[in-house]
């Protein structure tokens, strides 16, 4: 079993800047790939960015492009979200999920992701 735990969120006016982080309790971490996903009530949950194991391949989902860096740090079991200039349709609740543990390839699609973390909340302010 994989428990993962954001950190991070909050409120931040349009075009300030937030990190995510989350703590990974999984064994061979630098061995799965990682990703990030929000969701808005009343609507499904979005793909933003997900990250090989090793870190060398990243994928971003086209509204975030240029404004957020995935990255992580397999010394300490933690992937990160870094997010710049946010607008308020950023404004969402922000899961982590890691893909079953030796799956390293990158990959969008939320079905392949075996675990998740409780999300954290995003509101982005006028």
């Known amino acids: 079993q994989v428990h993962l735990v954001e950190s991070g969120g909050g409120l931040v006016q349009a075009g300030g800047s937030l990190r995510l982080s989350c703590a990974s309790s999984?064994?061979?971490?630098?061995?799965?790939?990682m990703g990030w996903f929000r969701q808005v009530p009343g609507k499904e949950r979005e793909f933003v960015a997900a990250i090989s194991g090793s870190g060398g391949d990243t994928r971003y989902n086209d509204p975030v492009k240029g404004r957020f860096t995935i990255f992580r740090d397999n010394a300490k079991n933690t992937v990160l979200l870094q997010m710049n200039n946010l607008k308020p349709d950023d404004t969402a609740v922000y899961y982590c999920?890691?893909?079953?543990?030796?799956?390293?390839?990158?990959?969008?699609?939320?079905?392949?992701?075996?675990?998740w973390g409780q999300g954290t909340q995003v509101t982005v302010s006028p």
């Open positions: 999984g064994r061979s971490f630098r061995s799965t790939a």
């Open positions: 999920a890691a893909r079953p543990i030796y799956f390293s390839a990158v990959v969008a699609s939320q079905n392949l992701y075996t675990y």
